[in-house]
Structures are given as C-alpha cells and as structure tokens.
C-alpha cells in the first residue's frame, strides 16, 4: 500500500508536469506571469489571418482588446456574434479591438468567412486552426471571452456567451478605456 506522503508527492510531481511551458516569466517590463486568469499578463498568442498572413496578440498592446474564442460549429458562439457586433459598433470610435479567433480546423477559411458575411461580423477574425488559443489561455470551452486591458493584462474574463446589456462587462470596457488616455 502506498502511503499518503508517497502518494502526495507523486500527484505534485504529475500536476507540476502539466503546467504549460512558457508559463513563466517574459518580456522587458517585469511580467510575473502570462494566463488567462484576471490579473495575469495575457498569454502569448500567434495566429493567422484568413488569407493566412501572420499575427499576433502583442502587436495591439497599448490598446484594450476584446478577445473571443468561437468556431462556426458553436451554436452560443453563433448566438453572441450580433451581441458583439453591437459592442464592436459602439466602442470600436473609442479605441476598443474586438478580435474573434476561431478554432475551425484547417482549410476551413472560405466558409469562416462565408459565415462573417454572413452574420455580418466586421470586427477582426484570426483563425487558429491548431487551437493553441485553448490551452494558452486555459479555455475549456467556446465561447470564451477576455478583455485584455492596454498593458496586456486579462481584465476581464467569461466563459460563455457574452450577454446584450452585461453591466459588469460594460464597466469593465468603459474602465479598460479611460485607462491610459
């Protein structure tokens, strides 16, 4: 029988294995930490665009961001897009980026953008086909939305779909906003 400190031992080695690599410090300013938690440094992220040009997260710090993880096969995803379309239309004139980065397989870029014509999304959408986005930023499941703040930090952060008329979520973009002006 193995005993509870053997056993103690092994279970923190095993989770200990498991945390992300890069999940460390980075860059010149002190970041302790890089997640998606509220209050962390957002996570690294590279993408692509749909024409498959390059892109990355860090290349918009300095402005706030509003980041949502979706896929065309989500149906709550699907049920936020007019919400933040609305968003996009209201605090885009104030400095706000909604990014959509969709986990659509590979080779599925002529029906993701069939979609955004479709449900008239004029806000960006980068497309990372390898969901790297997913455990990047701990996302267990789509729609998951962060509000990254203009020094790179997760502000805000909700699984699920993103609600019209969300009062904390609006806060935090009036917030995130006047920060920095």
Not at 62 to 76: D, R, S, Y
Not at 144 to 168: A, Q, S
């Amino acid at each position: 029988m193995i005993g509870r400190t053997t056993m103690t031992l092994a279970l923190t080695a095993a989770l200990a294995a498991c945390a992300p690599a890069g999940d460390s410090a980075a860059g010149s300013e002190g970041e302790e930490r890089r997640s998606g938690q509220t209050g962390a440094f957002a996570p690294v992220l590279e993408s692509q665009t749909l024409d498959g040009k390059p892109v990355a997260l860090d290349s918009l710090r300095g402005t706030p961001v509003l980041l949502n993880i979706w896929a065309t096969w989500c149906h709550p995803c699907r049920d936020e897009i007019p919400v933040l379309q609305a968003l996009h239309e209201q605090y885009a004139p104030r400095g706000l980026r909604i990014v959509g980065v969709t986990i659509d397989d590979a080779g599925s870029e002529d029906d993701i953008q069939s979609f955004a014509k479709e449900f008239g999304m004029t806000y960006t959408v980068w497309h990372d086909p390898d969901q790297r986005v997913m455990p990047s930023f701990s996302v267990v499941g789509v729609p998951t939305t962060f509000l990254i703040g203009r020094d790179g930090r997760v502000i805000w952060r909700k699984t699920g779909e993103v609600k019209h008329g969300d009062p904390v979520l609006a806060a935090a973009l009036d917030s995130a906003l006047a920060m920095g002006n």
